[in-house]
């Protein structure tokens, strides 16, 4: 079963000589459960793919299905409500909430899905204990290294049981150590059933995924699965 279908997406920015196709024509399907990596240099479109795949933007033509839904004829309302129940955003800067401890921001998605207090901190606390964090819960983002803070990240994409885990260049703020902790922290969770696309420009980063597909000029130019 597909969690991504995608059918000749374009997007388009400007008009006449400035006109740039960030996307020209991509046709891509992603499986449940499967782990990707999308690679390409500056200019090369995965992050306008990122963003449409993500629900933070739309295409100009074509479409895009998520879990069977056409996300790419949605409103900004349908929208942000996929991005609510659907999607698990892992960002390189982390995007942690300063002043506030790991637990409150991993809640944070689940209040704005109004799940009740007790069951909030029941899976926040879970999903900590599941990045290997259960002893940090209290705190705060300058009290962690950056490796935990991402940590933090990725359990807060997790805790809302998400149909896919949407990875932005996730390592590109850590060192060498921390990267490969985080790899096997993907790597679990992909283990664990579910589909993680990952944005990268880093190879070494890239062949950790079972599935790589770059990019040039917006379109999709290799797609090729590990042996």
Request: charge should be neutral; hydrophobic fraction near 40%.
């Amino acid at each position: 079963m597909s969690t991504i279908q995608i059918r000749d997406l374009r997007k388009v920015y400007g008009e006449g000589e400035a006109i740039v196709r960030a996307l020209d024509g991509v046709d891509l399907d992603i499986d449940s459960g499967e782990y990707v990596a999308i690679m390409g240099a500056s200019g090369s479109g995965k992050s306008t793919l990122m963003n449409i795949l993500g629900c933070l933007d739309i295409p100009t033509a074509g479409t895009y299905e998520l879990d069977g839904i056409d996300v790419s004829r949605l409103g900004e309302r349908e929208l942000s409500l996929v991005r609510r129940h659907r999607v698990g955003f892992v960002f390189q800067s982390f995007n942690l909430v300063a002043r506030t401890s790991a637990l409150a921001n991993v809640e944070l998605p689940l209040a704005y899905q109004g799940v009740k207090r007790h069951e909030r901190r029941e899976r926040a606390l879970a999903a900590l204990d599941a990045v290997g964090l259960a002893d940090r819960v209290h705190h705060e983002p300058t009290q962690l290294s950056g490796g935990q803070q991402q940590r933090v990240a990725i359990a807060r994409a997790l805790v809302t049981h998400p149909s896919l885990i949407l990875a932005d260049e996730p390592t590109g703020a850590l060192d060498s150590r921390s990267t490969h902790e985080l790899l096997d922290l993907f790597e679990r969770v992909h283990a664990g059933g579910r589909t993680v696309v990952l944005i990268t420009h880093e190879d070494e980063v890239a062949q950790r995924a079972r599935r790589v597909i770059r990019m040039r000029d917006g379109r999709i130019i290799d797609d090729r699965r590990a042996a």
